[in-house]
Structure formats: C-alpha cells, structure tokens
C-alpha cells in the first residue's frame, strides 16, 4: 500500500512539474507578446488620455524701483514690471463621449477607445474696464490625433491657431463686468483611460459639470479618482454626470476602461493552479477505489495525469486561433473523454463515467471555469475543497485503517 501511494505521488509531483513549465512558458509568450504589441497599438491608438482644464490669465504692470551703484554714487531707477495672474474658471460644461473598441493583438486583448470632447468654460471680468486675457489649452497626448477640432471665443471659430507643444494659446478681450464663452471639441482616440484633470494649482472647482456617456455597462474608476454624482444606466452603456457648484479637491476624474478576457494570462493562471484539481482528484479517485475494491495500478494514475495535462496543454496552444470558450469546450471534451474511454477497459463502463468521468468533470473542468469568474475563484476552490472533505469522510468513515494499510499489494 505504502510503495502503491509513494508511486501515485511521485506521478503526481512529475504532472506538477510539467504544469509548472507549460504555465510558465504561457506566461513568458504574454509577457513578450505585451510588451512588443502595446507599443504597436499605441502607435495606432495612442496612450491613456489625460485631459487637463485649460489655464486662463492676464498681465499686469507695476513700477519697481531698482537701485543702481554708478561709481560711488547710488542711482534709484523705475522700470515696469509685468506679473502673471491666474485667472479662476468660473463656470465648466463639459461633454464626452467613450466608444470602447476591444482589439486583439496575438494573445492578448487591448481596450481602445474613441472618445468626442467639448467643453465650454466662462470667463468672468469684474472689472470697469475691459480686460485682456490668454488661454491656454493643452492637449492630452502630443503624438495623438485630433479630428474635427474646433476652437471658438464668443462663438466665434478662431481659424489660425498656432500650436507650439502640444498647446495652443490665444488672446480675447473680455469686455468690462462682463463674462466670455471659450469652447473647445475635438475628436480622438487612446487606450485603457481617460482622464479630467482640473490642473496642478487648482484646489477649488466652482460650477462644474461634465456628462459622460459609455457604450460599455462595466464601469469602473481609477485609484484617486472621484464618483459621478449622478449615474442613469441605458440600453448600451451609462450616462455618468460630475456635478459640483464649489468643491476643495485634490483629486480627479477618471474612467477606467473594461478589460476584456486575455486567454494567454487566463491559460497561465488556469494552468499554474492545476495541481489543486489534480490532488484532489487523484485524492477521491484513490479512496473510491479503496472502498469499492477496484483495482487501480499506478501506472493507470499515470495515464490518467497525462489526459489530465492534456486538457491544458490543447487549451494552451487552441486559444491561438479560436475563442477562448470554443477553446475551453474542446480541450475539457478530449480530456474526459481520453479518461473515460481508457478507465471503461479497467474499471467497467459504469464506474468510468460515475466515479472516474463525474470526478474529472468536477475537478477538472468546473474547477478550471472558476477562473472566468475571477472574484469567485478562490471562494469556489474553497467550497470545492470542504465538499470533497465532506464526501471522503462520510464514505470512509467505516473503514479500518489499520487493516486496510497491514494488507499487501
């Protein structure tokens, strides 16, 4: 009995090994593959957009006065000076539209998106004379591209503006106590997502709105990044609203982009965690036999791992070229049905496919579906785990140990 179990194990470990190189090997050809594809479609779609609030300000003049030493005697000088000073946004409505287009590249799948800009901010002038001010706007990236722009003082297109990196500036006169309308629109497209930042000195936010809207239902937000006020699910995505009349904030508005299933690091982790199935496959296997009398030679353990492996091993090298699921289904049905087909000659018909084919279904195939459900997985291994416990100890709980491992052969 004890040569038998040192056998089974050491069929075990070997399977582990094996699983250890296929998963690792996975896991290089991702790698690899990520780093040489996302620069290709980041050249084609360009990076993580991070659009930033436009900055507005003015100048004005003071007279300084500068000593100059001319010999020994000392000469007191004005000059003007001119000082920038930041200009307050005091109103922001802003509209954005994200069209999320997953594309693959090899094994893996990127999250691009097109996204439509506008926003109009007002400028206030409490002053009794006009008051001639700049804005400047920043782009989010300075390789990206940018159709359909449009740039408009008052209403009005500006039609020759100059841009110097990845900026433009333009100077309007904002007339005395007053208030004037800046919009910017463009359309452009980056990957993985999007950001509003409100500026780097900006710690107050006053009469600002802007209304996202998705194609996508699985919305998710990056670390620092603040929660709409107002969210309204429709058919094909959500229509997400940022809202605020006077906010203090350090923090910003971001948009996660939903990541699509990648079947070469989902294969990997599948395949690296293989052997929690296995034993407790091999586990169940052996005491089945042990309490239905059924002889199963360690050579049978053996083959039985090898169509076990086999299941990776095709899903592996099949996520390649067809869907992951079509993949999945492929691979599970050749796996059980080599297990099945081979343990009939040995054990009979219906212990095959009741206690050898069930037992595979269970461990192998539901434990590996497990992983498309990622929050779930480790609950799922868990109960997998206490169910198999629990089973083991009702049906065993009448043997004699002591007899069963005095016995030989």
Wanted: aromatic share 16%.
């Amino acid at each position: 009995m004890f040569k038998k179990i040192a056998a089974i194990i050491f069929i075990y470990f070997c399977t582990v090994i094996a699983w250890v190189f296929l998963g690792s090997t996975m896991h290089f050809r991702s790698t690899n593959q990520d780093v040489k594809l996302k620069g290709a479609v980041r050249q084609l779609w360009g990076s993580s957009q991070k659009q930033t609030a436009p900055e507005f300000y003015y100048f004005t003049e003071r007279i300084e006065k500068v000593e100059k030493k001319e010999g020994d005697k000392i000469i007191q000088e004005s000059r003007a000076v001119r000082e920038k000073n930041g200009l307050a946004i005091h109103k922001s409505d802003i509209n954005v539209k994200i069209d999320l287009e997953h594309r693959r590249k090899g094994l893996l799948w990127y999250s691009t998106y097109k996204v439509d800009f506008k926003g109009t901010y007002t400028i206030l002038n409490e002053k009794d004379t006009a008051r001639e001010t700049y804005v400047v706007f920043s782009f989010p990236n300075v390789g990206a591209v940018y159709d359909n722009f449009e740039f408009a003082i008052a209403g009005q297109p500006v039609e020759e503006i100059e841009i110097l990196g990845g900026q433009i500036s333009q100077k309007f006169l904002v007339p005395p106590g007053g208030s004037e309308e800046i919009s910017i629109s463009y359309s452009s497209q980056g990957l993985d997502e999007w950001w509003y930042l409100f500026g780097e000195d900006v710690s107050q936010v006053k009469n600002f709105k802007l209304d996202m809207e998705t194609n996508f239902k699985k919305i998710d937000f990056p670390q620092d990044s603040i929660s709409p006020t107002i969210k309204k699910e429709e058919v094909s995505g959500w229509k997400l609203t940022w809202q605020y009349t006077s906010m203090l904030s350090g923090v910003q508005i971001g948009m996660k982009l939903p990541q699509k299933l990648n079947p070469g690091p989902w294969v990997g982790k599948v395949t690296l965690w293989a052997w929690v199935s296995l034993f407790l496959f091999f586990f169940l296997v052996f005491i089945i036999s042990i309490v239905k009398e059924i002889k199963i030679h360690p050579m049978h353990y053996l083959f039985i791992a090898m169509a076990y492996f086999s299941f990776h091993l095709l899903l592996a090298y099949l996520v390649d070229h067809i869907s992951i699921h079509l993949a999945f289904a492929i691979s599970a049905v050749v796996s059980i049905f080599l297990v099945i087909s081979y343990m009939r000659i040995i054990v009979g018909a219906k212990n095959a496919f009741l206690a050898i084919g069930l037992s595979q279904f269970v461990y192998l195939i539901l434990f590996s579906y497990t992983f498309f459900f990622e929050k779930f997985t480790g609950l799922a291994i868990t109960i997998l785990c206490i169910v198999t416990l629990f089973i083991v100890m009702q049906i065993t709980a009448r043997i004699n140990w002591e007899e069963m491992f005095s016995k030989k052969g």
